[in-house]
């Protein structure tokens, strides 16, 4: 049975720093993505970063490039998500999704397994 559960979200301040974790179960390591996404309040679920599960290959959208980094640890079949210098707009839901097959763009209509989500929240 496929299975994603995020956790590590919390309310930080400005400047501060977060690493989220999404535990995976049930997918494979080959030709298998894991993506991060948020959603804000009132606003369309967005992309975050993906990363190949066998390749490690990363991807960046770029409104977070230089400050999130995406990272696996394949033992514990897990990705992470760390997240630092966060801003007020960096406040959302943050959800892990998988994908598998070939790679496809990091937008919500592509990625079809989806966790529950994690609440980030950044004051200032």
């Known amino acids: 049975q496929v299975q994603l559960v995020e956790s590590g979200g919390g309310s930080v301040q400005a400047g501060g720093s977060l690493r989220l974790s999404c535990a995976a179960s049930?997918?494979?390591?080959?030709?298998?993505?894991i993506g991060w996404f948020r959603q804000a309040l009132g606003k369309e679920r967005e992309g975050v970063a993906h990363i190949g599960r066998s390749s490690g290959r990363t991807y960046y959208n770029d409104f977070v490039k230089g400050r999130f980094t995406i990272s696996q640890d394949n033992a514990k079949n897990t990705v992470y998500l760390q997240m630092k210098s966060l801003k007020p707009e960096d406040t959302a839901t943050y959800f892990c999704a998988a994908r598998t097959g070939s790679w496809a763009p990091l937008v919500p209509v592509h990625w079809n397994i989806w966790g529950q989500g994690t609440q980030v929240t950044v004051s200032s």
């Open positions: 049930g997918l494979p390591y080959t030709n298998t993505y």
